[in-house]
């Protein structure tokens, strides 16, 4: 993967901060929780 750092670390809190009572929060609560 050859994509800029900056890049990479917005698609990570893009999908670290999903949209509030969405499913994929659920599953980004639950990954963390995991580590």
Do not use: H, R, Y
């Not at 009572?21 to 609560?29: D, M, S, V």
Request: net charge positive.
């Amino acid at each position: 993967m050859n994509q800029p750092q900056e890049k990479v670390s917005e698609t990570i809190k893009s999908k670290a901060k999903p949209a509030p009572g969405t499913a994929e929060e659920l599953q980004a609560q639950f990954k963390a929780m995991a580590g």
